[in-house]
């Protein structure tokens, strides 16, 4: 078997770093965990909740990868309906409404970063 211990950390494309490291630190309040060289010219960016777990790392685009997609990442949040309107209030494009809270399934939404790269922030069970 091998020794997997824990998710460390997601893939998310973005199309240009920076923009992508300036919309997780101010807009989410992620911090800079890695901005090193990359390859030939290529930079390696990761970001991470305050809280810890696993790191965003934000790549450049690759063939079928590019920005604008369904990340399928669950940020966690003990207050998803303070985050909504403190998001939608700061300009991020966040969905309408929020799903779930009816104690089966915990309370969501779904925004999408500057990229257009959808994740969802979920109420800490």
Do not use: C
Request: aromatic residues 8%; hydrophobic residues 40%.
């Amino acid at each position: 078997m091998p020794q997997i211990t824990h998710v460390g950390r997601v893939m998310v494309p973005v199309s240009n770093q920076d923009d992508a490291i300036a919309f997780y630190t101010t807009r989410l309040g992620f911090s800079l965990v890695a901005d090193v060289p990359f390859g030939e010219s290529d930079r390696w960016v990761e970001v991470a909740p305050p809280g810890g777990g696993a790191s965003l790392a934000l790549v450049p685009p690759q063939g079928e990868y590019q920005p604008g997609r369904m990340t399928g990442v669950a940020l966690e949040s003990p207050d998803p309906r303070a985050d909504h309107a403190e998001l939608k209030a700061a300009g991020v494009d966040v969905d309408t409404e929020l799903m779930g809270g009816d104690g089966t399934v915990p309370l969501l939404f779904f925004f999408r970063d500057n990229n257009e790269n959808q994740l969802m922030i979920v109420e800490a069970q």
